[in-house]
């Protein structure tokens, strides 16, 4: 037994030490790691940062809207257009119907506390006839209720409802607004900033399964 | 009476809750611990005879606040929870994730990288179809499908397991490129794989395409049409049963997609049995790609020069990627510090089980089971 050991040693070492010491070439697969470093490292492209746009796709969607319109930008590609929250559901059908942005392919929000108007709901379209996406954004107040998309594209239902239940943003017109993700009963909306990530409904955990929540 | 379920139909996403019952009606609970909802889904049908009249998802047992947890880890840190979405397909997780935030940085994986996060994605397709195609059958009653599916599962899983180390939840990508070179043996394991594989879906297709209770089971059942799946969102095989030719690898190549030779195949009826032949298909469009892709991985190296510390620019992204299971995408949003803003995950299994309630209404009630099983969700991706 104890000789084992010291036999595999020597075994064991000599491939290891010289990839070490650098003085034999090393196994191909030390070097294909790191020393054949592309002959100019890629210099540093201007940091990707968003830019104004103004395509046609903008031009026709201002001159319909005209000031529903806030602004239009182009970051890493991709069109961004912000619009004003109370005529979503508008702008939304004529992009359905005219643009042809006939899939909804994901609604959300994002919370910036700090700000006025502290949601963005995002929703990220799809045209298949186009093949492009469009990305319709607006301002929503925290008791300001935003208008429901549900019966432009059916598949808004339950996106929205998880973005009740997670911002607490109450969607006017949609059929059955309530929680999709969380139960029916929890307080609070947990991808608010302001939610803290140790935080939970400690009462509904004690009530409905018996335990002292572990926080 | 019929009057008003002919009007309940015409809606979508009504609850059986929204409707008063009638004299002969019932609301019958499955789930959430049965075992053909694959994992803990329940769902709430209301029931006119045996036939389905309304239904509801109740979903959220499996939440786990991903989202959330993002918010709170570094870029790198967070990789490893995609895995724990689709955990079986967590490859094509990390690949859309990765991926994400590459764009988000302005960074692009070298041409090793990607090939090989080719091959690895297109692997983890034919597992994760293979997953669904043996406990689907099994649902349905064909209990020797899934014997000869994990078969050739577990050797895709050894590959992986060969590659970095897990089977499941593997981690293999990294923002930038990939952590490890591939081991020596990978391109004739692989092949090995592939070249067998061709016969081995003739074998499954054997026990079912033809075989009259499978038909019988699944021809006509679970309609969707392509409209109704348009206006659902639905994506990915679901999507192509119903007749409508879209793939995410065709329509906006990642990866190295643009580079191999594939079909999307298609069907025009969006019945259970062509969600069945498209996902059997998509099988050997996989192996296609992944016999293409191993004839000729570009050397060089394989990771970027992004730097250890990630701090994309502020801004945002959406990227989508073709997972097994429809549209993965992911919308990120910087502020320019090394955490996420946000992450907004589009889970492909969430969106399309919404659909579940057009398919199932009118149909019988065993047929809810293959309807659940067709869809191809994972309660992980749909709770996240």
Redesign the interface.
């Known amino acids: 037994m104890a000789n084992d050991p010291s036999e595999k040693d020597p075994n064991v070492k000599p491939p290891e030490s010289p990839a070490a010491g650098a003085a034999a070439p090393p196994k191909?697969?030390a070097a294909?790691?790191a020393p054949?470093k592309?002959p100019a490292?890629?210099p540093k492209?201007a940091?990707?940062?968003?830019v104004p746009l103004d395509n046609e796709l903008v031009q026709r969607l201002k001159a319909r809207f005209g000031d529903a319109i806030r602004e239009a930008t182009l970051?890493?590609k991709?069109a961004?257009v912000l619009v004003a929250a109370a005529q979503l559901r508008e702008i939304a059908r004529y992009c359905r119907d005219d643009e042809k942005f006939?899939?909804?392919?994901?609604l959300?929000a994002?919370?910036w506390p700090k700000r006025e108007k502290r949601f963005d709901v995002?929703l990220?379209l799809y045209s298949?006839p186009k093949?492009e996406?469009l990305?319709l954004k607006a301002h929503a107040g925290e008791n300001e209720p935003v208008p429901s998309v549900?019966e432009v594209?059916?598949?808004a239902?339950?996106?929205e409802r998880e973005c009740y239940d997670?911002f607490g943003i109450v969607f006017e017109g949609h059929?059955?607004l309530k929680?999709?993700?969380?139960?029916d009963e929890w307080q609070g909306y947990?991808?608010r900033k302001d939610?803290d990530?140790l935080k939970q409904d400690t009462d509904w955990v004690r009530e409905n399964l018996g335990i002292e929540s572990g926080q | 009476m019929s009057d008003t379920r002919t009007d309940d139909r015409s809606k979508f996403g009504e609850g059986v809750n929204a409707t008063v019952l009638g004299a002969d009606e019932i609301i019958l609970n499955m789930g959430p611990q049965h075992p053909s909802t694959h994992g803990v889904l329940r769902v709430k049908l209301k029931l006119d005879g045996e036939r389905v009249v309304g239904s509801e998802c109740i979903i959220g047992y499996l939440h786990r606040g991903v989202e959330k947890i993002a918010e709170h880890r570094s870029y790198q840190q967070f990789a490893p929870y995609v895995d724990r979405m689709d955990y079986v397909a967590a490859v094509s997780n990390g690949l859309g994730y990765c991926e994400a935030i590459e764009k988000l940085l302005g960074a692009e994986a070298p041409p090793r990288a990607r090939v090989v996060r080719t091959i690895l994605t297109e692997l983890q397709r034919i597992a994760s179809h293979l997953l669904w195609l043996g406990t689907h059958a099994l649902d349905i009653g064909a209990l020797t499908p899934v014997f000869y599916c994990f078969r050739e599962r577990e050797e895709i899983l050894k590959i992986f397991e060969k590659y970095c180390g897990a089977r499941l939840t593997t981690h293999a990508f990294r923002i930038g490129g990939l952590q490890y070179e591939t081991y020596d043996g990978f391109e004739q394991d692989v092949k090995r794989f592939c070249e067998d594989f061709d016969k081995k879906v003739d074998e499954y297709e054997t026990l079912l395409t033809e075989n009259r209770i499978w038909v019988g089971r699944t021809k006509g059942v679970g309609i969707l049409s392509a409209e109704d799946a348009i206006a659902l969102a639905v994506t990915g095989p679901v999507l192509r049963a119903s007749g409508i030719k879209w793939d995410i690898r065709k329509a906006a190549p990642y990866a190295a997609y643009d580079q191999y030779e594939f079909d999307i195949p298609t069907r025009q009826t969006g019945d259970t049995y062509d969600r069945y032949v498209v996902r059997m298909e998509e099988m050997r469009q996989s192996r296609r790609i992944c016999l293409q892709a191993i004839e000729n991985i570009p050397a060089g190296p394989i990771m970027a020069r992004i730097g250890k510390v990630l701090k994309p620019p502020p801004g945002e992204v959406y990227h989508a990627i073709e997972a097994p299971k429809g549209e993965l995408g992911y919308y990120v949003v910087s502020d320019g510090t090394t955490q996420p803003y946000r992450v907004r995950v589009r889970p492909p299994s969430f969106i399309n089980l919404q659909a579940f309630d057009k398919m199932a209404r009118g149909s019988l009630v065993a047929d809810v089971v293959a309807i659940i099983g067709t869809i191809d969700i994972v309660l992980g991706e749909v709770d996240r």
Do not use: G, H
């Open positions: 191909p697969a294909a790691a054949p592309p490292a890629p492209e940091p990707p940062k968003p970051d890493r991709q961004i006939d899939m909804l392919a994901d959300t994002v919370d995002v990220n298949f093949n996406r990305r549900c594209w059916p598949v239902n339950w996106l997670m059929p059955d929680r999709i993700l969380l139960p947990p991808l939610y990530i």
